[in-house]
């Protein structure tokens, strides 16, 4: 087997667990500042949580119920796998210490679950949350996510995101200093980014001490404020083909910091939502284009991140 071109989940997970570990994302029933009026209205432009929750996550259900269908399908197929209790929806730190104790706790003592992963903004980190994931970090695997999705502030600010840049790297060196594993989504093509743009949040996103980075084509969905900005100034959006996607993917991970995890590098959203781009291509066949390409330019994770350094 080849050896691969920049470091997977696999990677990481390999170093913490003997056995097979799976995510299973559970809707906490959370919701974020940029919906309840404490910062704004509307949620983030690009935003339908229902695009990456799975069917069994209804906030109906309690955490304990989600986990229990999310993992029937792997336990018969995997026995000794293990799992890892995704809180993805919406901002899973906006609550009180004592509600988020009381639904971390619950899915950590699911049988079979061995640690947490937490969606969250960088604006939503206090300290005395910090205090609690600081020790439980000690006794689980913990990563933290943050959702930063461009290092400008001027599109931070055209998304309706509540923050700027500053901001996440308060959060991330807070966290990191805790000891806490820590990671970050973004997202490529963001209205009104030129490519030099999406291809410079490599290059400050890279001076951060993250352990994964997590990256996300730019999605039209149905149902957002961003389908009506399309509609109102379709000029300011350029959706990638899949060719030209995977050519700034691999430009952009050249300039990444070669200690990163990888996680993934699409989102692969309801085709009954999706608006553009269709690509009709699963999130695995789409790695596998970039791994293709990557032996075809003979380039690697990194490969330019040294360069720069040195410069």
Known sequence: MKEKRYKDLNFLLKKYFQEKVQKISVHAGFTCPNRDGSKGTGGCTYCNNQTFSPEYCLKENTITEQLEKGIHFFARKYPAMKYLAYFQSYTNTYA????????????????????????????????????????????????????????????????????????????????????????????????????????????????????????????????????????????????????????????????????????????QSPRELLIYPDWGLKNYEFTAKVEKRLQERNTWQGRLFLKRDKS
């Open 96 to 267: 009180e210490l004592k509600v988020l104790m009381r639904k971390y706790e619950e899915a950590l003592r699911f049988p079979g679950v061995v640690g947490l992963i937490i969606g969250t903004r960088p604006d939503c980190m206090p300290g005395e949350l910090l205090d609690y994931l600081e020790e439980l970090s000690k006794k689980y695997f913990l990563l933290v996510e943050y959702g930063v999705e461009s290092t400008l502030d001027k599109t931070l600010h055209s998304i309706n995101r509540g923050h700027n840049y500053k901001d996440v790297e308060k959060a991330v060196l807070n966290t990191v200093k805790r000891g806490i594993l820590t990671g970050v989504h973004l997202i490529l093509g963001l209205p009104g980014e030129s490519r030099e743009e999406i291809l410079l949040h490599s290059e400050r996103i890279s001076a951060l001490p993250l352990t994964t980075l997590k990256l996300h084509q730019l999605q039209l969905i149905k149902g957002t404020r961003m389908e009506q900005q399309y509609k109102e100034a379709p000029e300011l959006f350029h959706f990638y083909t899949v060719e030209e996607y995977v050519e700034l993917v691999i430009d952009f991970i050249e300039k990444v910091n070669p200690e990163f995890i990888l996680e993934r590098f699409v989102s």
